[in-house]
């Protein structure tokens, strides 16, 4: 038996007015999402666990069975993971723009990828101790590293959640290591004034110790690829030692490769026993909130790639699992915890017709708690 897990980020959302009192899902009604609900067994399911912020990691992290309670560190070290740096201890270093005392832009005044590279070379190059390390991602962002331990982590503030507020309230915790932080804050506004940067701090957010996820492969007994359009996801799956598979012109938006995509799932599915996609495209839509272009969106990935998968892989030897990770309501324009819909075709039935938010509530299986979904997936 094969099994494919299938998860469009953030496609669950509210019902809209403009969309005649309908959720996306509900306005698009997709023909092969529809099939799977009719073909399969439904419910919703818990994937922010209480407590946790309604993310792309968290609720991954739950599809797959790893609870964030007793696995999850912080963002930070899930990007470091992706990028495959090295550490104890790790924060999410973004270059910000701040005016006066106040947090003008989270992403640096929009500052290039180029210079952004030369902004994290410098900072190595000049860094006050030997133990700290910076290493450029994408962009305005980064990683900021730690070679020895420190007992606590102090607690931060993500720059995009206090724009337009003055920033001296939103520092690190000061504990030992946040003073070590407050402290580069400051010597990095130096920094990056001398070499003339469109930014001028850095800001150290989401830290925590390097995670010592379970490998996929002892847990489940079974290889396992992961396809992601993002950063995180593919952290997520280099710690699990999964396969974590690149797709030539991914964009993480509704422009992406599709048929590139779904070519590269059909092709782990013949090598390996699991494969899970995620993709990014819906997600971002919703973000934009706009309730029409979402419902285009999952048009767009219900045949493109969906429907294109369904034509091609063996039904029978294969179960499906279809799930979003969390809601991203257009009304709110980010993201929401409550429990989403999924549908498993694994041979079992039940009277679900239609592959929605308020149908899947009536599957079966009724509301689970997303830690389960694997066990279901693979009767464990
Ligand atoms: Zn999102």
Redesign the pocket.
């Known amino acids: 038996m094969k099994y494919l897990v299938l998860i469009p980020?953030?496609l669950a959302d509210w019902k809209c007015e403009e969309l005649g009192n309908r959720t996306p899902l509900e306005y698009a009604s997709p023909e092969n999402m529809n099939y799977l609900a009719r073909e399969g067994i439904c419910g919703v399911a818990r994937t922010i666990p209480q407590g946790f912020e309604p993310g792309?990691d968290i609720a991954n992290l739950t599809i797959l069975g790893i609870d964030p309670k007793k696995y999850y560190t912080g963002r930070g070290p899930i990007e470091a993971l992706s990028m495959g740096v090295d550490g104890r201890i790790f924060f999410r270093c973004n270059l910000v723009y701040v005016e006066n005392g106040v947090m003008v832009d989270y992403s640096g005044n929009r500052i290039g990828d180029r210079e952004s590279r030369e902004v994290f070379r410098a900072l190595e190059k000049e860094k006050p101790y030997e133990f700290i390390h910076f290493h450029h991602g994408v962009s305005f962002r980064g990683i900021l590293s730690f070679s020895r331990e420190f007992d606590e982590i102090p607690k931060t503030s993500a720059p995009h959640d206090i724009m337009g507020e003055r920033f001296e309230r939103y520092l690190p915790e000061r504990n030992d290591l946040g003073m070590i932080l407050v402290e580069l804050m400051e010597w990095s506004r130096d920094v990056l004034r001398d070499i003339g940067s469109k930014a001028n701090m850095i800001w150290p957010w989401s830290g925590g110790k390097k995670p010592e996820f379970p490998e996929f492969r002892e847990k489940y007994g079974m290889r396992g690829s992961m396809i992601s359009e993002v950063d995180l996801l593919r952290g997520i799956g280099k710690g699990l030692r999964m396969d974590v598979v690149e797709v030539e012109g991914m964009t993480a938006y509704i422009d992406t490769n599709y048929r590139g995509i779904a070519r590269a799932v059909l092709k782990e599915l013949k090598r390996k026993d699991f494969v899970l996609l995620h993709t990014e495209g819906i997600?971002e839509v919703g973000?934009e909130g706009d309730a029409e272009k979402k419902a285009e969106a999952i048009i767009m990935y219900d045949e493109r790639i969906l429907g294109y998968l369904l034509d091609r892989i063996d039904l029978d030897g294969t179960k499906i699992l279809l799930i979003p990770d969390h809601a991203?309501p257009v009304k709110l324009r980010t993201?929401t915890s409550e429990p989403v819909p999924f549908a498993i075709k694994d041979g079992r039935r039940d009277d679900v017709r239609v592959f929605s938010e308020s149908a899947c509530k009536m599957g079966k299986l009724g509301l689970i708690d997303g830690l389960n979904l694997m066990e279901i997936l693979l009767r464990i």
Request: net charge negative; hydrophobic share 0%; aromatic share 0%.
């Open positions: 980020d953030g792309s997600d973000h991203t993201h």
